[in-house]
């Protein structure tokens, strides 16, 4: 069955994130009020064809996320799937 | 002794590397392509600046990939030197073989300028000539050169003394302000646990000529070049 991997990647919590504090500031400057911390992240969609089962393209996407997509050093990574 | 400059799609600080090793070290060199794999002949191997893959994903990460890197891995575990500069270090920390990675700048711009940086240790193949404590001004040219790590990992490279540069100020003062990027713990250099591999942000091969602003970055090659001689005669 033909699948899609939806991959979050973001930096783990304490390393600093230089860009989300930059976007938090604007967001601040244009008057929203309210916003504790922003974190920016790193989102992929992977088409997977229907060669590999279910469990395959999880496992599949999980891998690619650790070894390629995300720096697991600094950091993390959610794998959702979608049929 | 022989010397190779790794070339990635995207480096462009493999001709200056090319030049000051055969003009200011005297030594034989070659250019090695990302796909070549075999490193048999030669002593160092310089991992230059540039931007890897476009600086796709990470800087530095889609250049892990390449296949000279698997013979890289394996060269460095021979105890033979790897020096990698600016997107050459990102490349080294990304590939595993220096501890953690270098993220966006603290205040997000590319920097482009003249930074000093205080040799810390001469206890590696790249800085026994230098003195520790003496300072050298080199330039950075980085977007990415924020070095992070976790308490326990700073405390790791401080004890081992693997913290080989860290930015500093006109007299040698390691402070906030002499920070161009908000590098944990001023660091702009560091090595491994065995010392054969540095990476480091600034461009030493920039900095061979006084023509070109500075000429300090000239001991770091004869360091190297003098360690050679030692380990080949």
């Known amino acids: 069955m033909a699948m899609k991997a939806r991959v979050y990647v973001t930096l783990k919590a304490g390393v600093l994130d230089p860009q989300g504090k930059a976007i938090q500031h ?32 999880r496992e599949s996407a999980n891998r690619m996320a650790r070894e390629v997509l995300s720096n697991p050093i600094i950091e993390d990574y959610r794998v959702e799937m979608e049929a | 002794m022989k010397f190779g400059v790794v070339v990635f799609p995207g480096s462009n600080c493999d001709h200056d590397a090319y030049h000051v090793i055969s003009k200011h070290v005297g030594q034989p060199v070659d250019f090695i392509w990302h796909r ?42 021979q105890g033979k030197f790897v020096l990698g500069v600016c997107n050459g270090f990102q490349i080294l920390c990304e590939a595993g073989l220096l501890p953690v990675a270098l993220i966006r700048n603290r205040d997000l711009h590319f920097i482009c300028d003249y930074v000093r940086v205080r040799v810390e240790s001469s206890a590696t193949p790249y800085t026994h000539e230098l003195t520790p404590g003496s300072v050298l001004r080199l330039p950075i040219a980085h977007a990415e050169g924020n070095y992070v790590c976790d308490d326990t990992t700073l405390a790791e490279l401080q004890r081992n003394d693997q913290i080989i540069f860290r930015y500093c100020d006109d007299q040698g003062e390691v402070t906030a302000a002499a920070n161009p990027n908000g590098s944990r713990d001023n660091i702009a250099g ?24 500075s000429s300090d970055g000239r001991e770091i090659f004869r360091s190297l070049a003098g360690t050679l001689a030692l380990a080949t005669a």
């Open chain 1, 26 to 57: 604007s967001v601040e400057l244009l008057g929203f009020s309210g916003v504790a911390d922003i974190r920016q992240g790193k989102y992929f969609e992977i088409a997977i064809d229907a060669s590999l089962s279910e469990a395959e393209a």
């Open chain 2, 36 to 77: 070549d794999t075999d490193l048999s002949s030669y002593d160092a191997v310089i991992i230059p600046g540039g931007f890897s893959y476009g600086d796709y994903l990470r800087a530095g990460a889609l250049a892990r990939f390449s296949p000279v890197m698997t013979s890289l891995q394996r060269f460095a575990a």
């Open chain 2, 190 to 213: 560091i090595c491994n646990r065995t010392r054969n591999v540095l990476g480091l942000m600034p461009h030493p091969e920039r900095a061979c000529e006084e023509l070109l602003g």
